[in-house]
Every structure is written in structure tokens, then in C-alpha cells.
């Protein structure tokens, strides 16, 4: 089984749409949640860290649910430049010598005028 | 935000050639430095944890005497395609681990693109 599942979509919704991307992790010891953007042929850039209490940045809403071991992310009033694959990133050795970063496959959406 | 590098951007090599990424940090230093590889339309699939000043970690199923891991300072790391082959063509990419109080974050390189003749 993979550390993180994402629902690979794609989304596509019009500009000023809401829409919602959903994750899913297997290792309960993780220990910190991110979502990630990344655009076509281009490295993954930090978008949001994900609290457990959640936390807003802007237009975009991140809620985890550790008893689930479930990561969502809100996004408000789409723009045409949230176009992009959005990646579910959870690292299990947070604080150690390890630090690993485990992704998920991403979420494709796209957003039309 | 920490920059980090990666030279080169793109590289197209025969099949059986060797091929050497270097990853930099280029405002500060890195303990620690990541080595992912990424397959269209897939995940970036860890592949090893490069340590200053010691052996990598290699996560399983990655060989590690074809990808040759090396973390020779602070701001430095490679990784060496050894005999590369086609289905070696891959997108990778190399991030930098900055921990601090409270803050435990990765930044990562623009990537190099290999394609394996």
C-alpha cells in the first residue's frame, strides 16, 4: 500500500469555482502534513503546511484529521493560475536524521475562464 | 526563500554513458539532502537521503551502486547515473533540508530532466 493516496482527478472547474482535493495516509506515525503545487515540468513548491487544527492561507483552507489520517485542501474562488497538479506531502521522521518526504501521485486541476 | 540548484537542467546520453546531477545550496547549508526521481504522470518517488560527511541512505529497491550518491560538503551533493539505460530516463529532482526551531523544511531544485538513449 502507498504512504500517501490521492484522487488523481483532473478537476477542471471555472474561474471562481470552489473545489476540493482529498488525501490519504497509511503511516499513523506520521508526524507533519504539506501540500505542495507543482506546475508542468517544474519541481514542487511549498504551498501551504497543514496544522491539526487547520489553517487558512489567503484563499486556500488545509484541514487534517488524524484520526482518519486524512488531509484535505479548500480552494476559494479559483483563478486561472491555480491551474497546476497539487501534491499530498507527509513526512513520517519529522525532527530526526531522516526527514523523509513521502508524495502523493497529485491532483490535477484545472481552471478555464 | 533558500535557493537550491541543480546543474545540469536537461542531459540526453547514449545507453551504457555515466551520468553525474549536482544539487547546491546556494545560501545555506545542508546536512541533509534529498534525491527523488519522477515519472510522468507518477509521484516523486524518494530515492535515497544524502548525508554530509557520510554513506547515503538508500530507500528499497533503489540500487545503490548505479546511483552513486555523494555529499562532499555542506552545499554539495551528486548523484551518478552509473551505465544508464532507457527506462533510466526520468525526471530528477534534489531538494535541501533547513531544520530549525520548530521549522523543519525542504526546498528543492529545479530538477534535471535525463534522457537515456
Known amino acids: 500500500r502507498k504512504e500517501v493516496e490521492q484522487d488523481p482527478g483532473p478537476f477542471n472547474v471555472p474561474e471562481g469555482a470552489t473545489v476540493a482535493f482529498n488525501c490519504t495516509y497509511s503511516?499513523?506515525?506520521?508526524?507533519?502534513f504539506f501540500w505542495y503545487r507543482q506546475d508542468c515540468r517544474k519541481e514542487p513548491k511549498l504551498l501551504m503546511s497543514?496544522?491539526?487544527s487547520g489553517n487558512e492561507d489567503g484563499r486556500f483552507t488545509a484541514q487534517l484529521n488524524r484520526a482518519s489520517q486524512y488531509i484535505s485542501l479548500l480552494i476559494r474562488d479559483s483563478k486561472l493560475s491555480d491551474s497546476a497538479t497539487y501534491l499530498c506531502?507527509?513526512?513520517?521522521?519529522?525532527?530526526?536524521?531522516?526527514?523523509?518526504?513521502?508524495f502523493g501521485r497529485g491532483t490535477q486541476l484545472t481552471v478555464w475562464p | 526563500g533558500a535557493v537550491v540548484s541543480q546543474h545540469p537542467s536537461r542531459v540526453i546520453c547514449k545507453s551504457g554513458t555515466s551520468v553525474k546531477i549536482e544539487c547546491r545550496s546556494l545560501?545555506?547549508?545542508?546536512?541533509?539532502m534529498f534525491w527523488y526521481r519522477q515519472f510522468p504522470k507518477q509521484s516523486l518517488m524518494l530515492m535515497a537521503t544524502s548525508n554530509e560527511g557520510s554513506k547515503a541512505t538508500y530507500e528499497q529497491g533503489v540500487e545503490k551502486d548505479k546511483f552513486l550518491i555523494n555529499h562532499a560538503s555542506l552545499t554539495l551533493s551528486t548523484l551518478t547515473v552509473t551505465s544508464a539505460h532507457p527506462e533510466d530516463s526520468s525526471f530528477y529532482i534534489c531538494?535541501?533540508?533547513?531544520?530549525?526551531?520548530?521549522?523543519?523544511?525542504?526546498?528543492f531544485g529545479p530538477g534535471t530532466r535525463l534522457t537515456v538513449l
Open positions: 545560501d545555506f547549508q545542508a546536512t541533509t
Open positions: 506531502v507527509v513526512n513520517i521522521d519529522r525532527g530526526s536524521t531522516l526527514g523523509r518526504l513521502y
Open positions: 503511516n499513523s506515525a506520521s508526524q507533519s
Open positions: 497543514v496544522y491539526s
Open positions: 531538494s535541501a533540508r533547513i531544520m530549525g526551531q520548530g521549522t523543519d523544511t525542504q526546498y
